[in-house]
């Protein structure tokens, strides 16, 4: 018998020495010296994961009783106590372990560790779960009451652990075994699960699960010291229980509907607090729902009820159309949103059959589109319901690798040489490990689109919702440009304003939506009124068929009378020597007051939009012409893609990080979106906008194109 990696003869002989002395001993003393010898021996009842480290030196994890041991040529060089360890997670190949916080600290330390292969890692996670589970709890789980919910789900059908642990745990063996009382003899058996999967024989299919759970449930003693194993059904890789969330957290387990469809009740209550308990949270958690919200069957399908927030958002998108030749699946489900609270929950890869009882396998996607949309009025009372075929759970590996995103900073351990006390340098590193990891979009989903109570009233009112281009995107009215010389003050604008610390710089922007066509008038107007002399243009008039801006330009050498208060004229009209950017010259009259200004307007179209351009060269070349043009200039920048939120957020967000760079202050992106969404709303529109503007900043100071200025060293 091996039990230990290079088990010598000598170990074997002192092993059996010991075994002789617990002869005699009531079973609480023998456990009890069993766990306090087992403790000593560094590789004892070790489970070894093949792993490297930051620097690509071959590590061996071992998972104890204690916490995690780290080995290096089977040599203990750390521990990590499970008491030090707040939370345990995973993407792909990477492990990753957050420590606890020292009262010195104000940042949290996660390390991180490569693996051999998702599925490796995967295994380890699931083990440091269980072990972190057992060796932690003071006393076993508290079962449900109800007898019949006992029956479907018996104690081993854990949602976070493959084990249910129905003995003593080791704080009541140890407890035990200070009580001198005589106790009689308890045998220690491991039974595995009869659980199995359905099986179909000669088309006849049979549910052997009912059969072996009845079987496994037997009466209970006080103690059994039973260690019941088994097998638990595989998820989708975005259900609320992902392995990839992979911290100590309870959260709700979305439950396959029965072949008869009836949906099951909530009963008991939570118990635990440990994400390998949350059979506990978990099952006891779910709210109940009625059959009828429950088709079931063997197709899966399934009726979902979900209600619009304040904003007006479901939180999922999809794809497909009878006018691409594909199903309408669910693309993405947003944390946190009415979707993603749904029971049963929606899920992405599921598929979309009917929406408030309309087919829609023949639609195109625009029509889906906006018949989801048509849920938010008052007809239906901001009431969605979905009947959706559920995905299937297959254990597929390129699913799971798009689980959801380890919940934190991921900081890996770097040489001291590397590792600098500059705040700019620490904030670049930082960036850097939030890309390879992915917590930089996990934080970036989490952040609020709309400033909390800030009211938006002036872009509801009859008068001036239709000069909104898009109905859920209107400006603060705390922050909104009020046009003063004319009757009706709207347009669906907002001052931005980018305080760059250190510097004494203030860039100055006016975000806004295109002009439609009925308020190219009120466009002009406020460029007149704030005597901008830039706008800078981040879209194409149309895109795939669709209107995105009006032209509010003349052709070359054209004048164009906009009101009876302006007129401009287009002076010239060339493209720069990437024949990415078009350069305008407009000149902006005041008829009344007989004043002639010049306004450049830059037009940059190769940006689809909600997506990201080509190359993060093109987009550096682009701010760095908007950054030319404003030198010396104090007024703000007119700023518009189609919205005026997604595109238009991302040039002021890298626009305002190399300001930053240059300044030698240090770059968070978050809170530059934090504080543009302060003054317009859902500014950086989606998470891979983000995603790419974070490379660009990352990649425009790892390789020298915008460095400290001198003058900013000094002060």
């Not at 995690?68 to 008491?83: D, E, G, M």
């Not at 806004?512 to 009120?522: A, E, N, V, W």
Request: hydrophobic share 35%; glycine share 6%; proline share 5%.
């Amino acid at each position: 018998m091996v039990l230990i990696p290079g088990q010598t003869e000598q170990l074997e002989n002192q092993i059996f020495e010991l075994h002789k002395l617990h002869k005699g001993q009531s079973p609480a003393d023998a456990e009890f010296n069993f766990l306090d010898h087992a403790k000593r021996l560094d590789m004892y009842g070790v489970d070894l994961h093949k792993a490297k480290d930051s620097s690509d030196k071959e590590l061996d994890i071992g998972v104890t009783c204690n916490g995690l041991v780290v080995f290096q040529n089977n040599i203990r060089i750390n521990t990590l106590s499970w008491a030090k360890i707040v939370k345990i997670s995973f993407k792909r190949r990477h492990f990753f372990v957050q420590l606890r916080r020292e009262m010195s600290e104000d940042y949290d330390t996660v390390l991180g560790f490569n693996m051999m292969t998702y599925r490796s890692s995967k295994n380890l996670w699931k083990t440091c779960v269980e072990h972190h589970s057992f060796f932690r709890l003071n006393q076993p789980i508290c079962q449900s009451n109800n007898r019949g919910f006992r029956r479907l789900f018996p104690a081993p059908f854990l949602l976070g652990s493959r084990f249910s642990y129905s003995g003593r745990t080791e704080i009541q063996t140890i407890e035990e075994s200070r009580i001198s009382q005589p106790r009689p003899h308890r045998t220690f058996l491991r039974f595995k699960s009869k659980f199995s999967s359905k099986q179909t024989v000669n088309n006849n299919t049979e549910n052997k699960n009912s059969k072996s759970i009845s079987k496994s449930i037997g009466p209970r003693g006080s103690h059994d010291n039973k260690i019941k194993s088994f097998e638990k059904e595989p998820r989708p890789a975005w259900g609320p229980t992902s392995d990839d969330e992979g911290g100590f957290i309870s959260s709700v387990v979305r439950l396959s509907s029965s072949s008869s469809g009836t949906g099951l009740p909530a009963t008991g209550r939570s118990m635990t607090n440990y994400v390998d308990d949350d059979m506990s949270s978990s099952i006891y958690d779910i709210p109940a729902y009625d059959t009828e919200s429950s088709l079931g069957g063997e197709n899966n399908v399934v009726c979902i009820h979900m209600n619009a927030d304040k904003q007006g958002r479901f939180g999922f998108n999809v794809r497909g159309g009878s006018d691409l030749g594909l199903p309408i699946v669910v693309s993405r489900v947003v944390p946190n949103t009415s979707a993603y609270k749904a029971q049963p929950k929606l899920c992405e890869g599921d598929q979309v059959l009917m929406i408030n009882g309309q087919e829609v396998s023949e639609m195109a996607h625009d029509d889906v589109v906006n018949l989801i949309r048509a849920a938010r009025d008052l007809e239906h009372d901001g009431k969605l319901v979905l009947t959706v075929q559920q995905k299937g759970n297959e254990d597929d590996d390129c699913l799971k690798e798009k689980e959801e995103e380890p919940l934190f900073q991921y900081i890996p351990e770097s040489p001291p040489s590397i590792m600098s006390s500059d705040p700019l340098i620490q904030s670049i590193l930082l960036l850097g490990d939030g890309l390879a990891s992915g917590s930089l979009l996990t934080q970036f989903e989490q952040l609020y689109r709309h400033k909390p109570e800030t009211p938006m009233d002036a872009a509801r009112t009859t008068q001036n919702i239709h000069k909104n281009r898009y109905r859920d995107i209107a400006p603060y009215d705390s922050t909104r440009f009020i046009l003063k010389d004319q009757e009706n003050d709207y347009i669906n604008a907002n001052h931005v304003n980018m305080e760059i610390p250190g510097s004494g710089i203030i860039n100055r922007y006016i975000a806004t939506q295109g002009p439609l066509q009925t308020t190219i008038g009120d466009f002009w107007q406020m460029v007149l009124e704030s005597r901008s002399t830039l706008i800078v243009m981040v879209t194409a008039l149309v895109e795939k068929g669709r209107q995105k801006c009006a032209k509010y330009w003349p052709p070359v050498n054209e004048s164009l009378e906009i009101n009876s208060n302006i007129s401009i004229k287009t002076v010239s009209e060339e493209t720069d020597t990437s024949n990415i950017i078009v350069y305008r010259q407009i000149e902006l009259t005041d008829i009344a007051k007989e004043e002639t200004r010049s306004v450049t307007q830059l037009q940059y179209s190769l940006w689809p939009d909600h997506g990201v351009p080509d190359d993060s060269d093109r987009l550096l070349n682009l701010v760095e012409a908007v950054r030319k043009e404003r030198i010396g200039v104090v007024e703000p920048v007119v700023i518009h893609c189609s919205a005026g939120i997604g595109r238009t957020g991302v040039i002021i967000l890298l626009e305002t990080a190399l300001c930053l760079l240059e300044a030698g202050q240090p770059v968070y992106p978050l809170e530059i979106v934090r504080q543009m969404r302060d003054q317009r709303a859902m500014m950086v529109q989606t998470s891979n906008q983000y995603k790419f503007v974070c490379s660009c900043i990352h990649y425009a100071f790892t390789q020298g194109i915008v460095k400290p200025l001198p003058e900013y060293s000094q002060q």
